[in-house]
């Protein structure tokens, strides 16, 4: 680590090592990560190594749900285990890192430079003629919000990097993003506004275009939702309005996750993801 150079080797075998050895020797070697290495030219390596984590990883989780499938399902009052916490934040990572993701951030940083009406002229004739309208509205969504994390992309990463495993529940994540929604204060989002208006633009166009249609924001990736709407902008009032109706127990509500409808606590679904991935960059990561 001390090295004037770290190889893209040394580099994916320090990854494996940071996430086999535990939480404290993993703080330790991910702060030193954040201040030698820029996020960008880190991509190959965290990709290589994601993908060998994936496969110590996935044959594990398969055991676990043979041997537990009846119960684990069943278990939202316990606390997230820490082998579904790590899939979690390695997912989020390799989005983040991707070269697709790293293109669209190029792109996202270009077109929202400009002033409004120029880059929602531009939204508004792109197109891709091999993808149906759907598909083309899908990526325009996660266009705009990745134009609100540009500004901040490498904090993003490190922060999502040097996230720890905490032993806390689904239940118990939901409830303090309950708070955070209760304690935002309007002097708090005046202060972020200033900082960044751009964003506010983004946000607000995004909400027009959404309408009632907020359910499509589930077809993108938990961590760019999560990290992309701050907790002060009444879109994620409404995201947090998504996810409370799949908490409901209205078996007439389209269920976005994997859960039987007779289930009524979420543990490891794309809805406990979520509420996650909430948890951890607006609880974890800002505080």
């Known amino acids: 680590m001390n090295n004037s150079t770290l190889k893209d080797k040394q580099l994916q075998a320090i990854l494996v090592a940071a996430v086999e050895s535990g939480d404290g020797i993993r703080e330790i070697i991910d702060g030193k990560l954040c201040k030698r290495q820029s996020v960008v030219s880190c ?18 989780e398969s055991l676990h749900r043979e041997d537990n499938d009846a119960t684990f399902l069943g278990l939202g009052q316990q606390p ?32 929202f430079s400009a002033p409004k009406a120029q880059w929602v002229e531009v939204l508004r004739r792109l197109r891709v003629s091999d993808k149906n309208d759907d598909d083309i509205f899908i990526e325009k969504i996660e266009l705009l919000l990745l134009g609100c994390v540009t500004s901040r992309w490498t904090h993003l990463i490190e ?13 118990e994540e939901y409830e303090e993003l309950c708070k955070l929604l209760l304690q935002r204060s309007k002097s708090l989002k005046q202060n972020e506004i200033a900082l960044n208006s751009k964003v506010e633009e983004i946000l607000e166009y995004l909400t027009e275009i959404l309408e009632s249609r907020f359910h499509q924001l589930w077809k993108l990736p938990s961590a760019l939702t999560a990290a992309a709407i701050p907790s002060w902008s009444p879109l994620f009032g409404l995201y947090f309005g998504e996810i409370e109706k799949q908490l409901k127990l209205d078996h007439s509500t389209t269920r976005f996750c994997s859960c039987d409808k007779d289930l009524n606590e979420h543990n490891d679904c794309e809805l406990a993801e979520r509420v996650w991935c909430l948890y951890v960059f607006h609880i ?4």
Do not use: D
Not at 284 to 287: D, E, M
């Open 43 to 60: 991509v190959s390596a965290l990709e290589t190594g994601l993908k060998i984590l994936s496969k110590h990883i996935e044959p594990k």
């Open 80 to 111: 997230i285990e820490l082998l579904r916490w790590n899939i979690w934040q390695s997912k989020a990572i390799s989005y983040f890192l991707s070269k697709r993701t790293l293109r669209l951030v190029s792109g996202a940083s270009l077109i």
């Open 159 to 171: 922060g999502i990097m040097s996230v720890s495993y905490k032993s806390v529940t689904v239940s």
């Open 284 to 287: 974890c990561i800002c505080h």
